[in-house]
């Protein structure tokens, strides 16, 4: 693979649900790339294919028509999901439905190691899984033998991008991962991540409505509407000088502690 | 004015399987007056959500009472049997939306089923066609597009719309209090919006009298509350009005919290966002001295040893000896 490969790579990338009338096109002609090591967030109102994209990039949804290239090749041929997952990572918008309610936390984090070719000596998982929940502002200890329901929202999210410290994947796919977290922990988390990500070389793609978190931490942002990416640019020029009005609408509406924003009647 | 809902340090247990006592709120004091709308912003799992389940009168094991009190209009409804808070506190006088509301609707029943069942439990003999009047008259008061909506499945609707539905039917029996958990946060901006929107409708339509509003999304409190509660470990750490509490935080950690915030603002991005080191204390154990003692920028060395109350500093009030 020559050294500019990107990561990604999509060509008319179309991923249609239903027939005739009913007919839904989520994500609808996307070209685009995205570089090894880049940071790309994918901002747009609920519903317009932010998470459909992201289940393609993740080889859970297949394209309907047009091509999606990972390192150079069609996803679909690289090989079997399982190498693939290894690669390419994901951390859910719902953190209540990811983590099986019936096992323990740490039973969990623990079985994230199967995922690994090679299954690292006991002590060592165990240091991994410590220092994972360190990271994301957990204790370890008042973990232990705790189920997911005895956690709180946030807690819980904090939890699967724990897992991600564990896998430490070459391509992550965070879609909302920090909806729930509040702001300082969500400060941690995002210092974390670059540290790893400088260490890993990963590359990582937010799906996210959160502007704020898109502009701190992206080299680029795609702006998504009604599954079609009307702009992408630098977080500067996309919030400084957007060109299509839905990107103006999405930023208009983000609520800032300097301008009004809803006020009661 | 008296108070709608009056807090009194209440006190919150869960006792785990293994036999352990997490004390996720501790000696939370406020008063809601009529009209208002108090934020609660804090670290994620500090015992929001649970104070929550106090307010609501939904003590079920694991969940118990430890001490104190929550009373509406005078009524102290955690010493009420469960049956009587069912009849005649949840929906009337105080109505949740909880944390995660969007996949709270049953997915195989249309909107008007579920909005039909929610008057029917509290009013068995309802004519059937008036209740229908009744919803229709009201989703279309509250700015939702009623026959549309009503004829809808959950599954149909975006999030955005299903939220608002939800707090639609959570409101049907004009309760005195809504409870908001985290309404909007996983929704767009968008959406975000009407939600706000709705919530502000409900109140201005004399619908509902007061609002708690939880929320991390800190610029979103600013807009929408009237005064804001910060808590940390189970505790409220400052209490004071918007203004106060946003632009000039007296308690360490509060300041901790503003300075977090992110935006898309010109010149943001080369501002880092702080994020405070270390976790909060283990509510499983007992604690002594400042909660926030090993985590404070500012902590000196008398804050370990010494139990910290609310005090009032600069009109607001303030759990922290050094703060001016
Ligand atoms: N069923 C349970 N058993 C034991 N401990 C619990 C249980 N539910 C919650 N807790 C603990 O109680 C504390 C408070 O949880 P709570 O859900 O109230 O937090 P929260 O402030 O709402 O957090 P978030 O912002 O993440 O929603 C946490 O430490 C949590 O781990
Ligand atoms: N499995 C599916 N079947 C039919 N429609 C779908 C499916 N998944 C998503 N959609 C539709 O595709 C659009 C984009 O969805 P999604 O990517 O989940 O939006 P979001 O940007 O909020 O993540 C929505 O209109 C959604 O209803
Ligand atoms: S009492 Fe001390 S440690 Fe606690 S918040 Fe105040 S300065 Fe910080
Ligand atoms: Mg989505
Ligand atoms: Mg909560």
Redesign the interface.
Known sequence: MPADTPCFEARNLTRAFGHGARRKVAVDDATFTIAEREIVSLV????CGKSVLAKLLLRLEKPSSGELLYQGRPIAESGDPRAYWRHVQAVF??P?AAFNQFFTIRAQLKACFRLFDQRPPEREMEDRIDQAL?AV???P??LD??YPF??????M??LLLARIFILRPRVLIAD?PT??????????I??YLMKLKQELSMTIVFVT????????VSDRLFILHEGRIVEQGT??DV??RPTSPFTR???D??????R?????? | MAAILEVDDLRLHYLTRLGKRVQAVDGVSFQLQPGEILGIAGESGCGKTTLVSGLMGLLMPPLHLTSGAVRIAGRDILRLPPAEVRRSVLGRDIAMIPQGALNSLNPTRKVRDLATDVILAHDEGADRRAIQDRLRERFTRIGLEADAVLNAYPVQLPAGMKQRVVIGISTLLNPRIVIADEPSSALDVSSQKAVIQLLFNLLDEGIVSSMVFITHELPLLRHVAGRIAVMYAGQIVEIGTTEQVIFDGRQPYTRALMGSMLSAEPGQKSRKPVAIEGAPPNLGEPISGCRFAVRCPVAQSDCAQREQVLREVAGRHVRCHHAR
């Open positions: 747009g109102q609920s519903g918008q719902d209540y360190l502002n957990l204790r200890r008042e033998g705790k005895e956690l709180s929202g946030g807690q999210q904090r909302e909806s729930m977290v509040d702001a300082c922990s969500r400060a941690g995002l210092e409505h959160d502007i704020g978190l898109a502009y701190y977080p500067d919030t400084q609408q999405l930023l509406d983000i609520p800032s502690v300097h009004p924003w809803v006020t009661r009647a």
